[in-house]
């Protein structure tokens, strides 16, 4: 089995990352999905609770339990995949969640740092929530606070694979099919120039 784990400050292109992925035909798990699944089956709204219930979960069964609970899906997701056994996990944060994935999969493993500078990010989001005022910025700031507060430096510093998402869409795209060992250009590339 062959996973590819991504980890970045919010912007700097995961989703982007997953969309290429899922183009390829390769199955993409979401670590978030498992704090919104815990939240409905608490019966919470994951827009409200959704940072609550990963620390309640951390708390509970430890730091690494958002990645104890992803390796079924990691698993489930290889076995059904018509692509072969690489799947894409989105969404590392720690070096916790790091080490518990290196201890699955060994050297079948590789984590990609995606990064762009912090007005790039601000300016992608912006563009996707229609709204770049100043409180934005500012919650973008405190967002990129407390994901560094929960090791996502240190796990950015531990990748194997660096992608500077600087340039064009495309050229972000080229970029991740090679780490992904995807030739051909897909149906993304119709367009854009964003990551």
Not at 68 to 85: F, K, Q, V, Y
Not at 108 to 113: G, Q
Not at 171 to 192: C, K, Q, S, T, Y
Request: charged share 35%; hydrophobic share 40%; glycine share 12%.
């Amino acid at each position: 089995m062959n996973v590819i784990g991504t980890v970045g400050l919010p912007g700097s292109g995961k989703g982007e990352a997953a969309n290429v992925a899922e183009a390829a035909g390769i199955p993409v798990v979401v670590m978030g999905d498992v704090i919104r699944a815990e939240c409905r089956r608490r019966g919470l709204d994951p827009a409200q609770h959704h940072g609550r219930m990963a620390g309640t979960l951390r708390e509970e069964e430890g730091d690494d339990a958002i990645a104890a609970r992803t390796l079924p899906r990691i698993r489930e997701a290889a076995a059904e995949s018509d692509r072969g056994d690489t799947v894409l996990v989105d969404g590392l944060r720690s070096t916790v969640e790091l080490g518990r994935f290196r201890e699955a999969f060994g050297d079948d493993f590789t984590l990609v740092a995606i990064r762009a500078p912090f007005e790039l990010r601000a300016e992608r989001l912006g563009e996707r929530d229609r709204d770049d005022s100043d409180s934005d910025l500012e919650a973008l700031r405190e967002r990129d606070e407390r994901e560094l507060g929960l090791g996502l430096g240190e796990t950015l510093e531990r990748a194997d694979v660096e992608i500077d998402n600087t340039e064009s869409l495309a050229a972000f795209r080229d970029r991740m099919r090679e780490v992904l060992g995807v030739d051909a250009a897909g149906p993304l590339d119709a367009g854009g120039d964003g990551a």
